[in-house]
Each structure stands twice: as structure tokens, then as C-alpha cells.
């Protein structure tokens, strides 16, 4: 990977598709760093790249590259607003979404993940209304309908509209399965079978349903590799307080002390504030994670 903090102008006065390509691949990159270590590993390296976009977008170029490099652009602010989210930066977040909807304009997948992401930050932050609202807005792409049904169905988990939940969850799994999984963008590619799994099982613990809740969750945890460590913290904190629910405060000691171990080992803001439940769940039991 380049130097983070520097990146050559462009090298001439007009453009090509190979310098929409190492913006893409930039932007890919960093992105990965983002699913492993957080968002406060890389989100520094992603606005520097910004100024890079800048500079491409004030060169010559095709009909087809501006097109490309408009929703390139789109994406580095997707990327930013998300590593912004996840650092604890809402303001900066909103900032780059905003950006990013304006550049993505042509892009209509790419709107829908947009969107989706800002519907992400109002869930997080309990304006579940404000969430739903976002996921709401429809996609036409069946990968990008399963992310919007699905992160619905999580809002109303949240609500605890049970009926709504498991119908939009379905809808998500429908949709997941009319998805063409050999053309996947990169910004959609995290939603796969075993984010589908670890949706659902988040979905039922919201509802407090262990007995399908505890299998989900156990199956994505085993199922994320290292690239999706962040994913994977979140499913141990889930399961955890699963555990928790249940009366079972050893196995819920033992998951949540692998969960605060592997959140130690990112930088996301975004993990400790999903910890904080289970951290009262643990205390109000008498249980130590630490």
C-alpha cells in the first residue's frame, strides 16, 4: 500500500481508467483495514486520500471515467463517513455521507449503501425511527434489498415489534438468495452468508429469543476469519449476553472475556459502545471479564 499520507497528482492534465483504478484499489484496501482493526486504524489514511480524489476530479477525462471516478469518489467519502462512525465521529461521519450521496447521484447501488450506512449510525445511537426511515427508502439490487431488510428487521428488533422484525428478516433472506453473488461491489461485499447469519442472530437476541439467537450467533463466530475480526467481536459480545439471559453465567463469562480480549485489539469506538450492556449484564450478575 502507498504512503498513506502522500499520494502523487495526478500525472497529467487528463486521466485515465488506471488512475480510477488505483483510487479504487485504495480505497479497497483500506477498507479491509477497516473490517480487521477498526476504523481508527485507517480512517486518517482515508480522508488524506480525499485530496487525491480532489485532484482527479479537476483533470479531463472520458465520459465513461468521469462516471467511474465520480462513484469512486462517492465511496472514499462512503468509506470515511464509516471509519468516522466507527471512530466515534458522528459529526464528521454525516459530513462524508452527505458528500458522498451528492458524487454517487448517477450511482444507484452505491446511493443504497449510502444510505444504508447513515440509517447504521441513527440504529447505533437509538433513533430507531430516524434508522428506519433510512432502510426503508427501498433498493432495487437483491443484495442491497437484503442489507436494507435486514438492518430493518434489526431496527424493529430494537422497537421490539416482534411481527415486523421476522418479516423483514425473511424478505432479507429471500432477497440474499436472488442475489447474484459473482458481482458483488465492493462496498457490499461484507454482506454475505455468514453476515446474513450473524444478522439474524442479533436480530433474535434483540428479541430475546436465545433458542435461535445462541446457534446464529455461534455459527457466524465460527464462520468470520480474521479479515472480519470487528464482525466478529460483535457476535461474541451478542452471544455473551445470550448467555447471560439465559442463566448460563459460566459460558457467558467465558464468551465475554474472549469478546473484551479481542475488542482490546481494535480501534473502534463503535465495540466499546456495544460492550457497555454487556459489561452491566456481567456486573449486575457478579461476573469479572477482566
Not at 43 to 52: F, P
Not at 124 to 135: E, M, V
Not at 166 to 181: E, I, T, V
Request: hydrophobic share 45%; glycine share 6%.
Amino acid at each position: 500500500m502507498a504512503n498513506p499520507a502522500y499520494f502523487p497528482p495526478p500525472h497529467s492534465s487528463r486521466i485515465g481508467a488506471s488512475d480510477v483504478e488505483q483510487l479504487e484499489s485504495q480505497t479497497r484496501s483500506l477498507r479491509s483495514v477497516d473490517y480487521r482493526y477498526g476504523g481508527g486504524a485507517c480512517r486518517d489514511a482515508v480522508v488524506v486520500r480525499i485530496y487525491w480524489a480532489q485532484q482527479l476530479l479537476a483533470a479531463e477525462a472520458s465520459d465513461a471515467v468521469r462516471a467511474r471516478l465520480l462513484s469512486a469518489v462517492a465511496d472514499l467519502h462512503n468509506l470515511a463517513g464509516w471509519t468516522s462512525f466507527d471512530s466515534g465521529q458522528v459529526g464528521a461521519a454525516y459530513h462524508h455521507f452527505d458528500r458522498a450521496l451528492d458524487y454517487a447521484r448517477h450511482d444507484e447501488e452505491l446511493t443504497t449503501n449510502i444510505v444504508y450506512r447513515r440509517g447504521r449510525v441513527h440504529l447505533h445511537h437509538g433513533a430507531t425511527g430516524d434508522a428506519l426511515a433510512y432502510f426503508q427508502r427501498g433498493a432495487t439490487a437483491p443484495l442491497a434489498a437484503s442489507i436494507m431488510y435486514v438492518n430493518e428487521a434489526w431496527a424493529y428488533a430494537r422497537q421490539g415489534r416482534s411481527a415486523e422484525a421476522l418479516r423483514a428478516l425473511g424478505k432479507a433472506q429471500d432477497s440474499f438468495a436472488a442475489a447474484d453473488s459473482a458481482h458483488v461491489p465492493d462496498w457490499a461485499r461484507f454482506h454475505d452468508e455468514t453476515d446474513l447469519t450473524a444478522m439474524a442472530g442479533v436480530i433474535h437476541a434483540e428479541l430475546g429469543d436465545t433458542r435461535l439467537a445462541i446457534p446464529a450467533l455461534s455459527e457466524a463466530i465460527e464462520r468470520f476469519g480474521p479479515a472480519m475480526t470487528r464482525s466478529r467481536t460483535f457476535c461474541l459480545i451478542a452471544l455473551a449476553c445470550c448467555h447471560f439471559l439465559d442463566g448460563d453465567l459460566d459460558q457467558g463469562q467465558a464468551v465475554a472475556v474472549r469478546a473484551v480480549s479481542a475488542a482490546q485489539e481494535l480501534r473502534s469506538e463503535r465495540v466499546w459502545d456495544r460492550m457497555r450492556p454487556l459489561e452491566q449484564a456481567a456486573a449486575v450478575r457478579g461476573v469479572a471479564l477482566r
